[in-house]
């Protein structure tokens, strides 16, 4: 049994059993923290961008207001330029938002103006056209205006001027400070790069940005904004940063309220966080490792002991159960030693006495002292085999020729078939591949097989031993068939039950066939038994046939 590979396989299982689950925990916190990062961010920037858009609603809608209400009542002054002056003079320096004002009589000609420079009369012109009708003041566009050197953004507001008669009498147009809008989007700005702007239909800045972007100049793409009144996307912005960004129309204004921040600082403290996770996993994973790897070695010392100590038992089981069987089986070897032992005494008192001669050939002796040697080799060679089968190796990792370990064996057992006149017969498949087991737990099922065989002969018989290759299978099967008596049906079932016998008591212990069905299995084989009585055919036997894998 491979210990080493156990204990990487508990560590392993260790390590998943503890660590999947706290992956996959961490995956889903990270992820929802994420999103619900995400849907917070979202959220405040929808907000952010609806309430600037109310503010900017409620600016412009205060002057509006402003206008509406100064253009009832500037009639009433005839034109009085001392009352225009007076009055716009304090209108700008209670609304800080207006840059100037100027009256328009009903030809559109300039009749009063607080600005040092003189307007447009193209543009003035435009504005008593498209004033001719108006009821209520009308917001022009946003556009540069020169303030000495200075360039700022100015949106212009007129409104017709109405006479007690309700006829027309003029238009008043003011110019209101856009700097205003700019000023107010820009206390919203969100934590590092966050920020908020306006910007008209086609993308054009409105106001000045956080970042460099300058009103009336610069641009963004707007291709993203569809009919809606609000939304928020992801997209590129001016600057080339991934940002998230949401828009709100102002109402009744051709502008959008932008609120945007970079995807990176929303997503900073999840990032933090998932180093953090990243750190705590790799510190968790390092002490799993060690908690694991002292847990399986404990496991593996208690696992190694119990299996040499099973090993052991199971030594002594088969090493009984061999001994008896190959007590059994070289009953016949006195004879087959005493040959060779006798021959050696007699060759060597006849060279004794022929050295006594006078006349010896060296020759005669040299022949002598062969013969003596053959024998010698022939008593060696028996009881080498006899040792061969009394060992027994424990090794998990080799081969066996099964021909050669079923001819030894059959060369230890023969001599005692043929003093019980059992005849042997052997039908061996040559070029067979060896099978996947030690030498010494092959012989010790062949053995007791064989050893049972010639047991159940006691007035003789045949043996018949048989070796096959099943290709297909992978497989080599040994068969052992005897002529002896067969094995009634009421027991055959119970053979390969550990303590079953049907000798005497005191003759068998019950665990030959038991322990040889187990090992064949440990192998990953099988033994398979078929018999037949006197009772049950004409002819009586038992085959039992052994299934050993190749591979």
Known sequence: MNFEKLRILLIVAFMLVSLVPMTFLGYKVISQGETQIKEKSSSYLKGLSKNNAEAIKSFMKERVGDINNLSNIICTFNFNPLMLQKHFKQMKAQYSSYL????????????????????????????????SA???????EVFMFNIGQEQVP??????????????????????????????????SNIEVTGEVYLVDRTGKFLSASRFGAKALIDSISINAIDEKKQGIYETIDY????????????????????????????????????????????????IVFILAFF??????????????????????????????????????LAHELNTPLANVLLYTQIAKEELDESEIKIETIQERLSTVIDEVRQGSKIVRNLLDFSRHTQSDAQ????????????????????????NVEKELEKDMPNIKSDASTLQAILTNLVANAIETMPEGGILRLKTRYVAVLKTIKIEIADSGPGIPKSVLTKIFDPFFTTKSQGEGTGLGLFVSHEMARKLGGDIKVISSTLKDSATSGTVFTVELPTE
């Open 295 to 332: 847990v399986s070695t404990i496991i593996v010392n208690i696992l190694k002991s119990k299996y040499q100590y099973e090993k052991e038992l199971e030594f002594q089981v088969v090493q009984k159960e061999k001994l008896a069987s190959l007590g059994l089986l070289t009953s016949g």
């Open 399 to 422: 081969t066996t020729d099964v021909n050669k370990t079923l001819t030894k064996l059959m060369s230890i057992a023969e001599p005692h078939c043929a003093s019980n006149k059992i």
């Open 154 to 187: 100015a949106l212009m507001v007129c409104a017709s001027m109405w006479n007690d008669s309700k006829k027309p009498c003029g238009h008043l147009c003011a110019l209101v400070d856009f700097r205003l809008i700019g000023s107010l989007l820009k206390k």
């Open 239 to 286: 600057r080339g940063e991934r940002v998230l960004q949401s828009y709100q129309k102002v109402d009744t204004f051709p502008w959008y309220v932008i609120a945007d921040q970079d995807m990176a600082e929303i997503l900073n403290n999840i990032k933090i966080l998932t180093r953090k996770a990243i750190t705590y996993g790799i510190l968790t994973a390092i």
């Open 100 to 131: 100037g004002f100027f009256v328009l009589d009903k030809s559109g000609k300039s009749i009063f103006s607080t600005l040092d420079i003189p307007f447009n009369q193209a543009l003035l012109h435009s504005i008593n056209e498209s004033q």
């Open 134 to 140: 108006w009821l209520k003041a009308q917001v022009k």
